[in-house]
């Protein structure tokens, strides 16, 4: 039997399991281990993999940056940073038809700019959102639809956790990849913003405009976020300036986000130690998703299936860009029944090296690295609002008990259109997202 028939049969498997409603993490440790003993034939081997599979993931410096990133988002949610950004923005454009669903987007790309987490985005400004859009009679699709959509910002917009594990799965550079995600996260912003003016253009009942805010509170809301901002910009600036590394940012924007939290939102020891248990449970989470990764590729591996079909495509004849539509496909598919962490984690082993081994427009080696961490986050973004699993429809439809889910989802359907172009866009034009890392070269 090939590698890649093995590869194929342990994928399959997988896909069973998870059906089956076993954890991802489990599931992929289950197959990779189940599959390393039926290519090797014997324990000793598989055992001295398990001897040095946890400590070679863990001991890795990098990953600490995960949970000070978790950490950060963990103070904002609780700090109540999120119903400043939104009143922030609901107080300069809440006076417009849809004004107050285009706040909600762009707080959301806010606040997913100190938290990184597209779930705790989507069920963050949910809470914040969803009572005021109902109070002024938004539709309740254009409501869910701009929120969930607005939710996997929280992925984009840098700091991210899966750019940070695609990073780390890459070698690549966190601070360029995080640099790199502006310019497509602003854009991903703005394309939202305008689906929401496109809807009340046609239908102007399903956003009604909300009263003018006077220019001295409107100049009070900007105060109260300023702190918000300059802690994204003391992250991000510190990165790639080069006077701190990813994780001595990521320590400084947790502590500076757990200050805030304090100072401005008034939380207490009780909500300190919530956001560090919270904290706990979503590395546990990630790290248990590692795990079970590092198992499943370390067969992978064994059976030589990443090589074998980075070969066959480069001997297939297929044009690269044909080959780059195939795999922005798969993941689209693959976003049916898995998270965003674990299709990173599961497909980059395989797809990067088909990537590397191919040309795209006279890329360098580093710059398509790039190109392809932002585009497959893009793509893997779509999974957290396309049915069947969309997670972040669930939450906000969690959230807001009055709207149906049939509703949500017609909700969802223009922004996805807008994510579609903007994919086709990075795709055609990859300075979208290399013209600010040559520019801080």
């Known amino acids: 039997m090939s590698g890649t028939t093995i590869g194929f049969l342990m994928f399959g498997a997988m896909l ?26 014997d324990t000793g081997p598989l055992l001295n993999s398990l001897k040095n599979l946890a400590y070679a993931r863990l001991s890795n410096y990098d990953l600490v940056v995960i949970p000070l990133f978790l950490l950060m988002g963990q103070f904002a949610t609780n700090g109540g940073l999120s119903s400043a950004l939104f009143r922030f923005v609901s107080a300069f454009l809440g006076h417009r038809r849809g004004g107050m669903a285009i706040a909600s987007v762009g707080a959301c790309a806010g606040f997913g700019a100190i938290c990184g987490s597209s779930l705790a985005t989507a069920a963050t400004m949910g809470q914040v959102a969803l009572p005021e859009l109902k109070r002024y009679g938004y539709s309740g699709a254009l409501s869910t639809g ?6 996997t910002l929280g992925i984009l917009i840098p700091p991210s956790v899966p750019l940070v594990i695609y990073a780390i799965l890459t070698q690549e550079s966190i601070g360029k990849l995080f640099i790199a995600a502006v310019i497509p996260g602003a854009v991903a912003m703005l394309g939202y913003m305008a689906v929401v003016g496109l809807i009340v253009r046609l239908d102007p009942a399903a956003g009604p405009a909300g009263p003018r805010v006077a220019w001295g509170d409107r100049i009070a809301s900007m105060v109260r976020v300023l702190p918000v901002l300059l802690v994204f910009l003391v992250v991000i600036v510190g990165i790639y300036g080069g006077w701190a590394n990813p994780t001595e940012a990521a320590a400084i924007g947790a502590a500076a986000c757990g200050i805030l939290a304090v100072v401005t939102g008034g939380m207490r020891f009780n909500g300190v130690l919530e956001c560090l248990v919270g904290t706990a449970q979503a590395t546990a989470m990630i790290f248990l998703v590692l795990l079970g990764a590092d198992m499943l ?21 297929m044009p690269p860009m044909l080959v780059m539509i195939m795999i922005l496909a798969i993941y689209i598919v ?39 961490g932002i585009l497959a986050l893009m793509v893997v973004e779509i999974g957290l609002v396309h049915p069947p699993v969309g997670m972040n429809v669930y939450i906000i439809n969690r959230l807001a008990k009055d709207v149906p889910l049939i509703e949500t989802f017609k909700g969802v359907v223009p922004f996805l259109v807008s994510d579609f172009l903007r994919i086709a866009l990075l795709l055609l034009f990859p300075t979208m997202c290399l013209f600010l890392v040559h520019a801080f070269d």
């Open 297 to 317: 590729n370390s067969a992978l591996a064994l059976s030589q299936m990443p090589v074998e079909l980075a070969n066959w495509v480069k001997d297939s004849g």
């Open 146 to 151: 701009a929120l969930a959509a607005g939710g």
């Open 334 to 372: 693959l976003g049916c029944v898995m998270d965003s962490l674990a299709m990173i984690l599961l497909t980059i082993p395989i797809f990067y090296p088909m990537v590397m081994g191919l040309d795209f427009w006279s890329l360098s080696q580093t710059d398509k690295s790039i190109w392809f």
């Open 16 to 41: 069973v399991l998870l059906v089956a409603r076993i954890p991802i993490g489990v599931s992929m440790f289950t197959v990779g281990f189940g599959g390393y003993f039926y290519l090797t034939g």
